[in-house]
């Protein structure tokens, strides 16, 4: 019997077969091995070796494509007791946006960003290999223009380069080491040219990464509810307090749950759990947050100490996605609560996504929306079309914490490399 079993295995594995994907494993998209489309495969990756081990093929969900790995979720992967799997898009267009994206391999997956724009959209990343050290480069152009309903004056053009460069290779020992930079070279609609960088390096291995540098968003940006299908991002869609720009943390994945924790000098600290799971043709994921750190007022030099919980629960089913977010944030003496919530759905290369968010500071109001539609016209090459309104004039105790009413319409074209 066990004979029979090897044969059909064999058999298996000599179908799947192609000059593109001579060892018969499923090749993975430029995203990464991504889920959430049909017609997907199973890559097992040994935990120590970094090596695969198994591959299927089954039908899940909505239509296959790179398109899939669009939405830029950090981690699609689940565990079998042997080690690592990871669900792969099979086609090169379609499918839905909000399908999860990883890097290819256990030793890839252990580095850590700096700018979490969503980068090199729909291409893969550019990487090269010297000696044992690979290089990859990952980056977005973005040349938008903004119309405010608000001051009814000219439409002003903008425009935001970013870029991530990381360097990393493995040691005898199996730590994987590496450094990260990335940087965002931008003109604000109507402001002066401006460059802001950040660094940081970090190891890992089988029990996850320790990092430091320039991080602090890190934690944010493993809970946080996802962005919508535009640049734009939804105004104060999360605590307002941050630990400093220079700190250290560690991350590590347990079977579904992803832990990561940030620490400074000041003794502020950032820590995040996630979950996430697939079952049936739906994708779940929930995450919680707790963070003590520091928020910098409206007026730009007041300083305030805050502490602030916040959750968020989502739901992927097929090329749309539905998300819920709820906070309590502690500014020194005053309360403040928020909520958010947002829908994304893509139909063929059109996208669009609709988001909200309402709070309250000591009963004063914030809110802000923001309705998206994007355009796939080419591989990295998207044009997008957003309404952002934001109203938050926030003064307590005679200081303004917030100070922003506008309307705006923005339009613009991106390119990813």
């Known amino acids: 019997m066990k004979y029979i079993s090897i044969s059909v295995a064999m058999l298996s594995l000599t179908a799947c077969q192609s000059p593109q994907n001579p060892t018969g494993f499923f090749p993975e998209t430029p995203y990464g091995a991504a889920y959430g489309a049909s017609g997907y495969s199973a890559v097992g990756y040994h935990t120590y070796s970094g090596q695969p081990y198994a591959s299927y093929g089954a039908q ?27 669900y792969a898009a099979n086609a090169p267009y379609g499918g839905s946006p909000y399908a999860y994206a990883r890097p290819q391999t256990v030793r890839s997956q252990r580095g850590i960003n700096v700018n979490y724009e969503s980068l090199n959209a729909l291409e893969s990343p550019l990487a090269f290999e010297a000696g044992d050290v690979t290089f990859e480069l990952r980056g977005r152009i973005d040349a938008p223009i903004a119309y405010s309903l608000e001051d009814k004056g000219d439409a002003q053009s903008g425009f935001a380069g970013n870029y991530q460069v990381s360097a990393q290779t493995q040691l005898p020992n199996r730590i994987t080491v590496g450094a990260v930079y990335g940087g965002t070279y931008e003109r604000d ?7 802001d960088d950040n660094v940081a390096a970090y190891a890992g291995g089988s029990w996850g990464t320790v990092f430091g540098g320039n991080v602090s968003e890190l934690v944010f ?5 996802r962005r919508g299908v535009t640049p734009v991002r939804l105004a104060g869609d999360g605590p307002l307090g941050e630990v400093d720009e220079w700190s250290g943390g560690y991350q590590g994945r347990y079977g579904p749950t992803q832990v990561s924790a940030l620490v400074d000098g000041k003794s502020n600290y950032d820590i995040g759990l996630s979950y996430q799971r697939p079952l049936g043709h739906r994708d779940y994921r929930f995450t919680a947050r707790h963070n003590k750190g520091e928020f910098t007022a409206a ?24 998300d819920l977010g709820v906070g309590y944030e502690r500014i020194e003496d005053a309360d403040r609560w928020y909520t958010s919530t947002g829908i994304s759905t893509k139909s063929g290369p059109w996208s669009l996504s609709a988001e909200g968010r309402y709070g309250q500071i000591e009963g004063q109001e914030e809110i802000a929306a923001v309705l998206g539609l994007r355009r796939d016209i080419a591989r990295g090459l998207s044009s997008t079309l957003a309404l952002d309104y934001q109203d938050a004039q926030v003064n307590i105790n005679g200081v303004d914490y917030l100070n922003t009413k506008d309307t705006r319409v923005i339009a613009g074209l991106s390119y990813g490399f």
């Not at 969900?61 to 990871?86: E, I, K, M, R, V």
Request: charged share 15%.
């Open 299 to 322: 007026d730009g030099f007041t300083k305030l100490e805050t502490q602030g919980v916040n959750a968020v629960g989502d739901l992927v089913y097929g090329s749309t996605r539905f």
């Open 189 to 195: 609609f109507g402001s002066d040219w401006d460059y």
């Open 221 to 225: 940006e493993n809970t946080r509810r």
């Open 60 to 86: 899940y969900g909505a239509q296959p494509g790179l398109y899939s790995a669009q939405g830029g979720y950090p981690a699609g992967q689940g565990y079998y007791p042997q080690g690592q799997y990871a």
